[in-house]
């Protein structure tokens, strides 16, 4: 059922990691709120799921293959994204990899590979679209942090510092681009079930998590969330950050700039 609220109507806005999880659920959520919606993936099968996910909005989203860690594809899936919107007013990169070790036993490439998708990534779809947010009405962009960017997570270390960066640099264009007028926030989900924490693959740019079988359960124990959830679930659905994503977004946060929205269900309370 299509939500109640509009926000989106003629607004446009690009979605990176939108095959599955999190950023599946937001393209779904903005084009509930009338949002025209160019949803980008590095995984063709994901986004085609997108796609069959939308019934009445089909013809208000596009879809763009776009792998966020090569500088070339960003270049080109930025530009067709824009071309196709005719504009941009909102971004939100939502694309991101997680995959879990000891830290003494993590590779060099398995950091890079993670750091290049969740930090660099960020990094190069951002610059790519400031140009055409700078013409967009009331632009704003929503990065994806992750409570493991001020909280301890076990087992994540690189995971933990490629979302600290992206915090980090939210905060930094904040301010660069205050006197623009563009807005950049962090969501930071936490205990919520995504692509990442499902294992699903290559949708939405995501490995499963891949915690060590002789995992301290004691220390996992630090990230769940105090609230209850129906059936006894360990992480809420997608569209718990969605909302949050599409709040940030929209109009409704002409105020909110430069901070973060923790989304974890009290885990960090």
Known sequence: ???????????????????????????????????????????????EHTVALVDAQRDRLSTVLMDVGDEASVRAGVAKAVTMLGGLDTLVNAAGILRSAHFAETTLADFEKIVRVNLFGTFLVTREAISALRHGTAPAVVNFSSTSAAFAHPYMAAYAASKGGVQA??????????????????????????????????????????????????????IMSVLPLNGGAMFAKPDAVASVVAMLGCTDA????????????????
């Open 1 to 47: 059922m299509p939500s109640s609220l509009q926000r989106y109507a003629d607004r446009r806005v690009l979605i990176t990691g939108g095959g599955s999880g999190i950023g599946q659920a937001t393209v779904l959520r903005i084009l509930d709120e009338g949002g025209t919606v160019v949803a980008a993936d590095v995984s063709a099968a994901g986004l």
């Open 254 to 269: 002409y105020w909110v700039t430069g901070t973060e929205v923790r989304v974890d269900g009290g885990t960090h309370m």
């Open 169 to 222: 640099m939210t905060h930094a264009l904040a301010l660069e681009f205050s006197k623009e007028r563009i807005r950049f926030n962090c969501v930071q989900p936490g205990s919520v079930s995504s692509g990442m924490t499902d294992g699903v693959g290559e949708s939405k740019q995501s490995v499963g998590p891949g915690l060590p079988d002789d995992m301290d359960f004691g220390l996992m124990g630090k």
